[in-house]
Every structure is written in C-alpha cells, then in structure tokens.
C-alpha cells in the first residue's frame, strides 16, 4: 500500500491531526506545566507589573540590568500592570499569542517554498514531530515536547517572529519593496534578538540564506544593508540591558550548553530524512535556501563543538527547521508519482515514531491515571511549584534556597540570595553562590550562618533538612518532597 499526499483526503488527514495536536497544546496552555526556565520568565513579568521603569534584578535583591527585560516582556508586565492580572495568567496569555504568531508565521514561511494545500500542515507536524528517540527539552527547540513545556517562553515568540521575518524576507527580494518595507524588516530583526538572543542567532541564519538564495540584485543587498543599519542602533539603543556585552557573556555559558552536543544521534535521527531531501534540493538548485540555511546552522553547531563554544549548540534549530521542511516538501512535491508515494510512505512512518516518543506529552493535560500504561510509561511529571509558600512569603522578601528552589520561588514575588541561572549582570554572582553552598554545608558554624543572613536581609529558609541548632529558625510549613519552610527569628 503506498502512500500519496496529493489526493484530498490525505490531505484533509493530514491538516485534522495538525489540528489535533494545535488543540493539545492549547489544552497544555491552560494547565501550563512547570519546568526549567518558567519560574524565571514569570519572576521578570513579575518585576514589571511591580515597576516597568527600573525592574532591577529579576532574580536577587541587586540593582542591576537583565536580557530577560525584552520588548516581550515588557508588554507582558505592561498588561499585568493595567489589567492588574496574576502573572500566569499573563504568561498564558502570551502563550497563546506566541503560539498564535508561530503557527502563523510558519504557514506564511512554507507558503513561499510551496503553494501545496498540504504543505503548511505538514510542515507543523514535521517541525514538532521529526526529531528523535531519545526525548529533549530545551528552549527554542520545537519538538512536540519541548513546545508544550516551553510555549510560554519568550523563545517561542522570537521563532514565531523569525518565521514571519523569513516569509517577509522572501517576498521582499523577489519583488519590488521599498525601503519602508526593508526598515521595518531591520527593525523585526533586532526585537526578535533582543526577545530572545539564541532565537535571534537562527532568525538571523534563516534570513542570510533568503536573501543570498534569491541572489537579488545590487539595490536589494542595499536595502538589506538599510535593515541592518537600522536594526543595530535598536540594538544598541535598548534601555533595559545592554545587548552588545552579552558577546562576552560566552565562557560563563559553555557549560551549562555542553549537554546540546550530548546523544546527537538518538535525539535527532528522524530529521536525517530531511538531510536526505535537502541533499536532493540542492542537487536541484545550488542555491536552495533551506540547503543554504541548514549549511549555515549545521557550520555554526559544527564550530561550536570543535572549539568548545557549547553555546553554539543553540543555533542547531538553524539545522533542524530547513531539514524538516524540506522532509515535508519532499513528500509532496517529488516529480514522479511513486517517488512522491515513496516519500510520504517514509515521512509518515517518521512521524508516527516521533509522535510515540513523544506521546507522553499528552498526559499534560489528561490525568496520568487515565492514560493507556505504555503512554503513562513515557510521560513526565512536571515540577510542583512553590505556591504553598505564598500564604507567609511576601513580594521582596529573601529566601535562602539551594539552586533547583531559586529557580522557581522569584516566580512568585520573593527574591533569593543567589540566582538559580547564570546572570552575566550579576557581579557578584560568585560570591552569593558560594554563600549559599557555605550556609547549608553541614560544618559551617551557626556564626557564620546568621552572619550570611544578616549580609542579605534572609527573612526565610526552604530546606529539606531539619534546621541546624542555633540558627534562630523556627518551622513554618511544609511542602512536597520533606520541604520545610523556615522563618528567621531576628
């Protein structure tokens, strides 16, 4: 039995599942599952409702400016600001708006590399679908997963933003635009940079291989040239951080990324289908720009783990997104009806394998209990939150916590002696981590310990240790996992 995706009704298939994974992660929305990054993102909503003006440090209690003030972000505290609403309800509010934007902007992009009904459809499916075996979340990277733990992140709407630009870009150099159009081009660039720098970096991939793939002529590379002239100075001109000193920010940033360069082959193998199709694209046209636009990712990634720079790994979407697409335009575009038949065969038993592997995404917004049990065996629970601090935490009060805690206690108003992630801002960063490590490390004298408190403002602990003799803390609740909350008896 072979396969065609031209006919109407696999075309119909193929956009009804596309939708059906569309309502998943609208459902996945509501309940907004916990994990990595959330708890900064809703603590810098959180600094603007309270002062659009001079949020400071996100995280600690320091002066200081932060990347995470973005012009996203911004609007996010300006419209809990005015409409006095909670912060995640403003974070699913973005998300829905960035998920809105991506959806969008991917069909726009897909329509200026096929006019096929199924094309778009089937380009969303890949995108979330064609990854690998081995599963993978991280911020910017679109598999099923990842998305659903991720939608509300500022990354999500930089690549929404990017799929825009690309559709933009390439309606721009094939026909008559004016400097208008390039202007306005230049200044989208720099706000999907500024909302999300490594987003940014494939955005800027993406739109190099559009416009080199058109090979416009003179006055269009200066127009693109106009873009760039304008987008720098918004750059620069930013108020919140500053955008340029984050290229030193490189060396304190390799280890946390050395993990992307980690089991390459188990979490992206589906997407070889797609090298295998884009190969094929540019046995056609030499300058094909998603051929063009994977050499640019796959050159950037490849340097990065040569050198040591791991923080590279976070243009690998550069690679994976024109791999895809070119996956999902092959099945449908092939010249021969069998070859055509063949591909589509091979895609959607790719995308049936992708979608297991990832198929415990749905227990995001269905009980685990009620789930089949190989689906339940694939699902993962997300992170519990510390909500039940609230009733005795205040907005501004100090928490001291270990790491995994100082990422998601800011989320709610408090700050915590060290940054639960690296902040290139933070000068002394080093010296509030090790203040940290010294006050729970077993041996330190309670001396030290009050003396720590008292350096910081601490006016509460969460441990999952009973509190030490003499440290003038008194227990006022618990919470999941043997967590005790501590107030500091002055």
Do not use: K
């Not at 419209?79 to 991506?102: E, I, T």
Request: hydrophobic fraction near 55%.
């Amino acid at each position: 039995m072979t396969v065609d995706l031209s006919r109407r009704p696999a075309v119909i298939a193929a956009q009804a599942i596309t939708a059906a994974v569309v309502l998943l992660l609208l459902l996945v929305i509501v309940r907004l599952p916990w994990a990595g990054d959330l708890g900064m993102h809703a603590a810098t909503v959180e600094r603007l409702r309270h002062d659009l003006l001079h949020p400071g440090n996100p995280l600690v209690d320091a002066d200081t400016p932060s990347p995470y003030y973005s012009p996203w972000t911004l609007l996010l505290g300006a419209v809990a600001r005015a409409g006095g609403l909670p912060v995640f309800v403003v974070l699913r509010l973005g998300a829905l708006a960035a998920l809105g934007l991506l959806l969008t902007g991917v069909w726009r992009y897909v329509r200026t590399l096929s006019a096929h009904p199924a094309a778009p459809a089937l380009a969303v499916l890949s995108l979330l679908l064609l990854w690998g075996t081995a599963l993978f979340t991280w911020s910017g990277f679109l598999g099923l997963n990842s998305l659903a733990l991720t939608v509300s992140y500022p990354s999500v709407l930089a690549l929404g933003l990017a799929f825009h630009l690309w559709a933009w870009l390439a309606r721009a150099v094939r026909g008559p635009a004016g400097w208008g159009t390039w202007l306005a081009l230049g200044v989208l660039w720099a706000v999907i940079l500024l909302c999300h720098q490594f987003s940014g970096v494939v955005a800027s991939l993406g739109a190099l291989a559009t416009v080199a793939a058109a090979r416009p002529a003179r006055a269009v590379w200066v127009r693109s040239g106009g873009a760039l002239a304008l987008g720098l100075p918004v750059l620069a001109l930013w108020p919140y951080y500053d955008f340029f000193a984050l290229l030193g920010a490189g060396s304190g940033l390799e280890s946390v990324h050395r993990p992307l360069y980690r089991d390459l082959p188990g979490r992206y193998w589906l997407a070889l289908l797609g090298v295998a199709a884009l190969a094929l694209r540019w046995r056609r046209d030499r300058w094909d720009p998603l051929a063009l636009f994977f050499a640019l990712g796959a050159a950037v990634v490849a340097a990065g783990g040569l050198s040591g720079h791991y923080s590279w790994g976070r243009a690998l979407p550069a690679a994976l997104i024109p791999a895809q697409l070119a996956a999902a335009l092959q099945a449908l575009e092939a010249a021969r009806r069998a070859v055509r038949a063949v591909w589509a065969g091979a895609l959607a038993g790719a995308l049936a394998v992708g979608a297991w592997t990832q198929a415990g995404t749905v227990g995001y917004v269905v009980p685990r209990g009620d789930l089949p049990g190989p689906v339940a065996a694939r699902y993962r629970e997300p992170w519990t939150g510390y909500h039940w601090i609230t009733p005795w935490v205040r907005y501004g009060d100090v928490v001291m916590a270990r790491t995994r805690p100082a990422r998601q206690i800011p989320a709610y108003g408090p700050y915590t002696v060290a940054p639960g992630y690296p902040d290139f801002f933070l000068p002394d960063e080093g010296r509030r981590a090790a203040a940290v490590r010294r006050y729970f490390a077993a041996d330190t004298p309670g001396s030290v310990r009050r003396g720590i408190v008292r350096e910081y403002g601490v006016r509460w602990v969460v441990a999952t240790e009973a509190a030490p003799a003499g440290t003038g803390l008194r227990e006022v609740a618990r919470g999941p996992g043997g967590q005790v909350l501590y107030a500091v008896v002055r």
